[in-house]
């Protein structure tokens, strides 16, 4: 992403304290109309939490009326400020800022367009007389002196361990065990509610571990620290996933988190009157019933895998199955493959299949955003997540809050540009794709890789290396067709070209995380909460109305005491500390009514 400013003037550093210190006098006089008048005609506010109980965004001045008018009297905003903690902002007319509310203390940031309020980014950041333990509050971790009937930090834990979901109950239960699981149950750890987390597979990190072999993540290290421990200074660019595996199981353990390990969550369900989760797991071939207050899926950012029915699957002699199950390579040496897709997994897939010396076939059958890692990394992402950036004082949490702090409305024209740069700067790659065939766009707005993320969730791939192999015809490329059937031995093209296979991959991405929701609860409470994931764009599978936030993600939803939890590890650093304060919250009794509970537009 790249640096965020205004083509507008900039403004004297004075206009900022100015505009605090007018907008603190309103909000304390209660006089919203005034408040209201300091924020431009075209204006955003986003609120992750701090006033709203909810992850929302309010858009021009009417927005910004209805958001006070509703919480004003119970936040009791105070202490706005400049965070000069924070360090220098991007530009003049931008400020990091803190506040307090009436429960909690919050950080944010600024931009003034014209001396008026443009974006506002409000955070809860902690609720207070529930800090967490960390640097002057830490624990001593030994109680000096000499205590009869000592019981030594091992003996603690493995109380623990033995007694939750079994004595005492967890007050929440996350269903999956990945890096959002994991980052979220951190999170809760900190802040004392106790946290069953539950995954089928037997270590923590196993769901990268059963991946392709030559899975490796795309995003740079910068962007993928978990919250609390930062990776290594050494630490690869790209991590190999088996890599990612052993730093989450590292993690899960020194973070002391209750995992629950070959556990299968059979079934869910909410009981209205005791205000409580019935959650019927089966562990080590016992089954048992967790009854937590909150549950949360965190099963990534997508559903259950899609695959599509094609006639003729069931006469096919070859192998087959979705990206998702792909073992790797090694068994298909020499063999003829079909990818069906043409996305991340497809392509690298397609790739790991070729160095073993497989006959690869891609078979594209809508047009695919490509951005080359090395472009994308310098002009997408340099400014924030890079060696460059941490050198010159670019932090995590400042990256976390400069990305959260432009609003989803205006965000696809900060995004534009970076990606006109990258289009000028590969078009000799891009005229070599295309001369291959291969159907490429930048988004229907041109916009990019990451609004296609944050739209759709698909659409994309960032080249390391799969493209080249498409360019030169290595990896076979069938583009703009439709598979009309299989036989036993081969794939039949919309085209009428019959492709010979002994395996068929089908990388054709993944469902709603709702899904996960109807085979787990009820299809009632899936219909309830609704699509998971899109901004409401009105683009390609984004359906409207806009919504001005990822649907479901990370904040209440229709179900009472049901939450959504996952995305990039970015997004499950960043977010799960807002997630993990509204679960916080309610444990402790804390008010949180809740501001613009989003309503259900799509079923899936």
Same mark, same amino acid.
């Given at each position: 992403m790249s640096q965020v400013t205004t083509n507008q003037a900039v403004a004297a550093p004075a206009a900022i304290t100015e505009w605090l210190a007018s907008f603190e006098e309103a909000l304390t006089a209660g006089d919203i109309e005034e408040a209201v008048a300091l924020f431009a005609e075209e204006c955003f506010w986003r609120d992750l939490v701090s006033f709203s109980w909810n992850i929302v965004t309010v858009e021009g001045r009417a927005g910004v009326r209805d958001?006070?008018?509703?919480?004003?009297?119970?936040?009791? *905003?105070?202490?706005?400020?400049? =965070?000069?903690?924070?360090?220098? *902002?991007?530009?003049?007319?931008? =400020?990091?800022?803190k506040f307090e509310t009436e429960v909690g203390r919050g950080i944010g940031h600024l931009r003034l367009l014209d001396s008026k309020g443009w974006t506002l980014l409000t955070t809860l950041n902690e609720l207070k007389g529930f800090e967490e333990p960390k640097r002057d509050r830490r624990s001593k971790g030994v109680e000096h002196g000499a205590v009869p009937n000592r019981e030594t930090w091992l003996e603690q834990r493995r109380r623990e361990r033995e007694e939750l979901g079994r004595v005492t109950q967890p007050y929440v239960v996350i269903v999956g065990g990945g890096q959002g699981g994991i980052a979220l149950g951190a999170r809760l750890r900190q802040v004392g509610v106790p946290t069953i987390i539950v995954d089928r597979n037997p270590r923590p990190g196993d769901s990268w571990r059963n991946r392709y072999k030559s899975l490796c993540l795309h995003d740079p290290v910068w962007y993928d620290h978990l919250p609390y421990i930062d990776f290594p200074p050494n630490w690869p660019i790209f991590s190999p996933k088996d890599k990612i595996a052993d730093w989450l199981e590292m993690y899960a353990s020194v973070m002391e988190l209750n995992y629950w390990g070959s556990t299968e969550c059979t079934k869910a369900s909410y009981?209205?009157?005791?205000?409580?989760?019935a959650?019927?797991?089966r562990r080590d071939g016992v089954e048992t019933t967790l009854r937590p207050k909150q549950l949360v899926l965190a099963t990534g950012m997508s559903g259950k895998p899609n695959l599509p029915k094609f006639e003729g699957m069931d006469v096919f002699e070859g192998e087959q199955h979705h990206s998702s199950k792909h073992p790797g390579p090694d068994a298909y040496r020499g063999k003829k493959a079909v990818v069906i897709g043409s996305n991340n997994s497809a392509h690298d897939i397609c790739a790991a299949l070729w160095e073993v010396g497989a006959d690869v076939t891609m078979v594209?059958?809508?047009?695919?955003?490509?951005?080359?890692?090395?472009?994308?990394?310098?002009?997408?992402?340099?400014?924030?997540y890079s060696e460059s950036a941490v050198a010159s004082g670019m932090t995590t949490q400042k990256a976390d809050l400069t990305f959260a702090s432009v609003p989803y409305g205006v965000m696809h024209t900060f995004q534009t540009p970076v990606y006109d740069a990258i289009r000028e700067r590969d078009a000799d790659f891009y005229a070599r794709l295309e001369k291959a065939g291969f159907m490429l766009d930048f988004g229907e707005d041109n916009s990019g890789l990451f609004m296609k993320y944050l739209r759709r969730g698909s659409g994309y791939y960032i080249d390391v290396g799969a493209s080249e192999l498409v360019a030169s015809g290595d990896i076979k490329l069938e583009s703009g067709v439709e598979v009309v059937r299989l036989t036993k031995d081969a794939v039949v093209l919309s085209n009428g070209k019959s492709l010979p296979a002994d395996l068929v991959v089908y990388a054709t991405g993944y469902g709603s995380m709702n899904g996960w929701a109807a085979d787990l609860i009820s299809p009632e409470v899936a219909a309830k909460v609704g699509k998971v994931w899109g901004l409401g764009s009105n683009t390609t599978k984004d359906p409207g109305p806009w919504e001005g936030e990822l649907r479901n993600m990370w904040k209440p939803t229709q179900q009472e005491a049901l939450w959504f939890h996952g995305g990039n590890l970015h997004q499950s650093r960043h977010y799960s500390q807002y997630l993990a304060l509204q679960l916080k919250a309610r444990m402790e009794g804390i008010p949180t009514p809740v501001y613009g509970l989003q309503e259900v537009h799509h079923l899936s």
């Open positions: 958001l006070l008018t509703q919480t004003l009297d119970r936040v009791r *905003p105070s202490g706005f400020a400049i =965070a000069q903690e924070l360090g220098e *902002p991007a530009a003049e007319n931008e =400020a990091w800022i009981d209205e009157t005791a205000n409580e989760w959650v019927v797991v594209q059958r809508s047009s695919t955003h490509v951005s080359r890692s090395d472009s994308l990394m310098e002009l997408g992402l340099g400014a924030l």
